[in-house]
């Protein structure tokens, strides 16, 4: 079974590694709004106290990050990527999705990965809200991609018909990102480049 549960080249640890590319942000709720933008018919804009009004979905799910640490059964509450994106009215033609944060980080996802069931908006981790060092107030979780992909302290979603890279993507990160699949480096030559962590 173990084996089933691991993804290719994953080692299981207790808890997570904290990474803050840029430093950890100043997160001012009294200015904070998340935007949704782009390819949409309805762009939208929420305070965080309208998205704790938002319909939310649990999932638990293993954390796996690129460098090759996974997280077990982590449990994660936020708002399904599907529901915004029928408020959004996202148009049909989207194919990538860019994720921006606080503190200037960006990652870049395929649509088809945001419309999976257990793609959330996570706004909670392990029952309680998400801490600063975890990417308060939200951060996307699509349980089939690398943990790169789940920005922290995220403020806008743009969706888009052509790819760009994010952050770790110009650095050589891959595209998409799939954990079963070892989706790491864009291509044969990628190297792993050293994270900044947080204790
Ligand atoms: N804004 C931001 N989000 C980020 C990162 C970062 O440096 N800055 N690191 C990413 C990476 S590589 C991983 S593995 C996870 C780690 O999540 P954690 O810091 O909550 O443990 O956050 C991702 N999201
Ligand atoms: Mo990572």
Redesign the pocket.
Known sequence: MQELNSPPNQRFIKS???????GIPNVDLSSYKLTIKGNVGNPLSFTYEELLKLPRKEIIADFH??TGWSVKSVKWEGIPFKFLIELAKVKNNSKWVMFY?L?G?STIVPYDNVLEDNAILALYMNGEKLTI???FPA?PLIPSLY??K????LNRIEFLDEYVDGY?EERGYHKRGNVWNEERFKNAFGRHLR??AIL
């Open positions: 997570f590694i904290i990474y803050a590319e840029f990050c690129v944060c503190d980080y060092k975890h990417g951060r943990g790169w789940s920005a922290k302290w770790w994270r900044r």
